[in-house]
């Protein structure tokens, strides 16, 4: 069974362009998850979805970070300008439902100059 | 913030047992205790999780003490595709966030 997809695997932009990362959770999965992970610190979580909805954004900053789960599977996270804080690796994850153990996918390591 | 207190690094000969402790002090009667652990440029992985008892899995054993102030997960038999940061979580139940703290490092020596 093929796990969660993310891609690009790396990216590299200059500041203020817009980037996006792409997500393809496992199958039958209903609930994802997109988390932050700055280097030497663990995953934060950023946004969950269940099916199309997401319903917890607390922690995503609305003013440049935006997603979307069109059909409620794959999911996309777009960062329009991109600082050079945003340097991290951008994790996704799928579970079943939201009582179910999640599977990270290897995630996108973006590079801001 | 993290609810759980971990050494920073951690070295462990090949074939040798690894035992990772953390301590949890303020748990909650309710709360479970979760490993998970990041190999280098992949995603986290589930290990194992535990209330009370202890467990074991096909990866590893966890440990709670009695007061269930404190844990170790113990891989019985490192080999050098265990390197990776463990990360000990504080979770109600899957329902709850997964609120990763720095973790350990562990290296395992050839």
């Known amino acids: 069974e093929a796990g969660v997809v993310q891609s690009p695997r790396y990216k590299i932009i200059e500041k203020k362009q817009p980037v996006a990362f792409w997500c393809n959770p496992i199958?039958?999965?209903?609930?994802l998850y997109w988390y932050l992970q700055n280097l030497g610190q663990g995953p934060e979580l950023l946004i969950r979805?269940?099916?199309?909805?997401?319903?917890?954004d607390s922690q995503l900053p609305k003013d440049r970070f935006s997603a979307e789960r069109l059909k409620g599977v794959d999911s996309t996270l777009k960062i329009q300008p991109a600082e050079l804080g945003d340097s991290a690796v951008y994790l996704c994850?799928?579970?079943?439902?939201?009582?179910?153990?999640?599977?990270f996918g290897p995630g996108t390591r973006l590079t801001v100059l | 913030d993290a609810k759980t207190t971990q050494p920073t690094s951690m070295d462990c000969a090949e074939g040798r047992a690894a035992n990772l402790p953390c301590n949890h002090s303020?748990?909650?009667?309710?709360?479970?205790v979760y490993w998970y652990r990041q190999i280098h440029s992949q995603g986290p992985q589930y290990i194992i999780h535990?209330?009370?008892n202890n467990e074991t899995n096909e990866m590893a054993s966890l440990i709670i003490t009695e007061d269930r102030k404190s844990s170790t997960l113990i891989l019985p038999h490192a080999t050098l595709r265990d390197t990776a940061v463990y990360y000990c979580?504080?979770?109600?139940?899957?329902?709850?966030?997964?609120?990763f703290g720095k973790g350990t490092r562990l290296h395992i020596l050839p």
């Open positions: 994850a799928s579970s079943l439902d939201r009582g179910h153990e999640q599977f």
């Open positions: 199958s039958g999965h209903n609930t």
């Open positions: 979805y269940e099916n199309e909805e997401a319903v917890d």
């Open positions: 303020t748990i909650s009667g309710n709360e479970y």
């Open positions: 535990g209330l009370k």
């Open positions: 979580i504080v979770r109600m139940n899957r329902d709850d966030k997964i609120i």
